[in-house]
């Protein structure tokens, strides 16, 4: 048993069924131990679709997704998808391949100081020193990415603890012993070291997951909270990714937050946690809808650029924040209540200590509300534009979708107008990069969607600029039989910052792309491609497109839109 079997048995020993990959010689030994022991090894274009999709494993089965990467650059191509897991508390496992311990500093093939690289994107970090250690440090690998708040971990592997003791000796020249004193001393001394390596390789016993603790609210704060709910005639309550870091309880919150009677606003991967149509669940005027709260309770939600740092809330609004994070607790505002913990047991404790108390004028307020965006949103898509009017396009996408769709978003001003018209229909069915407003999220994200729940409809949503960063992977989604969908909004543009560089800068270079033929693109992997340029092909080609994907085939629909003013001033700083 060598190194890579080693770590092969403890990722399996913590319950973990795929590993994404862009193979080096720095990490071939753990790919042949996964493969070997059963766990599908899914090999990318590029490592940083290889994080993505470890991120999106994470995010929906709640075990830390494991993404194995070749030294040097195979693990600098990953730094921007592990910021964007760090940001989006997306517990995962990144191992990178090392060079040999021995040959560390003495120029080396893609030989880099690697952990002083992961120092500020990763929550933990190790670099093994000897056999013994494999398991033992992934083990701690494994319980720091969901300790506290979760979030990626760094562990590094030096290439000559992954291979049999017996080519490693051999690499080490350790087969013959020269017969000069120098030759015999460096012989001894290149022995030792291997023989440290080695020394106890195969007593270390794999272990099953730790538990991780959580730190449960303190019954002052819930009481607080329910005195100040049971006073409110106005309260809110903003939901976040944060409040579904447990895949197993979603169903229990929605329950909670049904309970409650507070009207509430999703956002991240909190989208779809009470299905489509829920009576409590608002979409539009939110900015409107905290201006005449009196009560305003943040689940997981920080007050960052998404809330104008607070500024959305009135200062005489009363805040009750639960949050794991105490940095995310206090950012910008501090809170009234302030509740460091998890924001989803938070929810099921306040539900328990309060009494439903009747907030069916404040509700109703709400919902007309809503209902006037939802028909100037329709009335609004069935305006003409060149080609097919975005909104449109957005609301045959929605008629689509099943109730075992999820919806994938990587783009800037489709994907954010989609945001507001595409529905998720059940929990954990909306994945969108987070607070970092990654681009390129889209084949990674779909690629573990689609391997986590392969009886899901998954539906991946691109700006035409964001497509070009993981239009390559339709060869991965086409080698591992992976059927998924994906619908390019392409207005051949980064509209979203022209919009504004136009008006404020009147000059628009560096925004302008081309109606270029993905779908064609996408053929040349082996995927069914298909184009749209007229309003009355939408249905039908995404009927043939669902009925490709039932096939087994993955699809790309280029679908040329044109722009409106929906989304005017949107821009997030």
Same mark, same amino acid.
């Given at each position: 048993?060598?190194? /890579? ?18 193979? /080096? ?146 690499? =080490? ?134 809330? $104008? ?60 509300? $809503? ?15 060149? =080609? ?51 681009? /390129? ?20 949503? =691109? ?54 033929? =993905? ?55």
């Amino acid at each position: 048993m060598h190194g /890579g079997d080693l770590v092969a048995q403890a990722l399996q020993a913590h319950g973990v069924r795929f590993v994404f990959t862009l193979t /080096g010689g720095h990490i071939a030994p753990v790919l042949v131990g996964c493969h070997q022991r059963g766990i599908r090894v899914i090999d990318t274009r590029h490592e940083a679709t290889a994080v993505f999709a470890a991120d999106a494993v994470a995010r929906l089965t709640g075990i830390p997704g494991v993404a194995v990467v070749t030294a040097g650059p195979g693990v600098t191509n990953t730094i921007t998808a592990i910021k964007n897991a760090q940001m989006a508390q997306s517990p995962l496992v990144l191992i990178g391949g090392a060079t040999a311990t021995a040959l560390r500093g003495r120029g080396a093939l893609q030989d880099i100081d690697q952990m002083t690289l992961m120092k500020s994107l990763t929550k933990w970090r190790r670099s093994v020193r000897r056999v013994r250690d494999l398991i033992p440090t992934l083990e701690e690998a494994f319980f720091r990415a969901r300790d506290g708040v979760p979030g990626p971990v760094f562990v590094e592997l030096p290439i000559d603890l992954l291979y049999d003791e017996q080519v490693v000796r051999q690499w =080490y020249g350790l087969k013959r012993i020269g017969r000069s004193p120098a030759q015999w001393a460096a012989w001894v001394s290149r022995s030792v070291w291997v023989h440290h390596l080695f020394a106890g390789a195969q007593q270390q016993a794999v272990v099953k997951p730790r538990p991780v603790p959580q730190r449960e609210p303190d019954q002052r704060d819930i009481h607080a909270a329910s005195l100040a709910l049971a006073t409110a005639e106005r309260p809110l309550l903003l939901a976040g990714s944060q409040a579904v870091l447990d895949p197993a309880s979603v169903d229990a919150l929605a329950r909670a937050i049904t309970a409650t009677g507070i009207p509430v606003y999703l956002s991240g991967m909190a989208r779809g946690l009470l299905g489509a149509n829920h009576p409590l669940q608002m979409r539009h005027r939110r900015r409107e809808a905290l201006r005449e709260a009196d009560l305003v309770i943040l689940a997981g939600v920080p007050c960052d650029f998404r809330l $104008d740092y607070g500024n959305h809330i009135p200062r005489h609004t009363r805040i009750i924040a639960a949050n794991r994070s105490r940095t995310d607790l206090m950012l910008n505002r501090r809170p009234q209540i302030a509740v460091l913990g998890d924001p989803a047991h938070f929810i099921h404790r306040l539900s328990n200590a309060t009494s439903n108390h009747n907030l069916e004028r404040w509700q109703e307020t709400l919902r007309q509300r $809503d209902a006037g965006r939802e028909a100037e949103i329709i009335r609004l898509s069935n305006q003409q534009t060149a =080609y097919v009017n975005p909104l449109y396009l957005c609301r045959m996408i929605n008629d689509a979708l099943t109730d075992n769709s999820i919806i994938v978003a990587d783009g800037g001003d489709f994907v954010a107008t989609a945001s507001y018209i595409v529905r998720p229909r059940r929990p954990l069915s909306w994945l969108d990069p987070g607070p970092f407003g990654t681009l /390129g999220v889209g084949a990674g994200f779909a690629l573990g969607a689609k391997l986590c729940r392969p009886d899901a409809d998954v539906w991946l949503l =691109y700006g035409d600029g964001s497509v070009g960063y993981s239009i390559a992977e339709f060869d991965t989604f086409t080698r591992h039989n992976i059927p998924v969908i994906a619908v390019v909004g392409n207005d051949a543009g980064w509209t979203q910052i022209a919009r504004e560089q136009v008006e404020l800068l009147h000059d628009d270079v560096a925004t302008r792309l081309a109606h270029s033929d =993905y779908d064609q693109v996408a053929a040349g992997f082996g995927a069914v491609g298909r184009r749209i340029d007229d309003p009355e092909l939408v249905e039908e080609t995404l009927q043939q497109a669902q009925q490709s994907v039932a096939r087994g085939k993955p699809v790309l629909v280029n679908v040329l839109i044109g722009t409106t003013d929906f989304r005017k001033g949107s821009l997030s700083m």
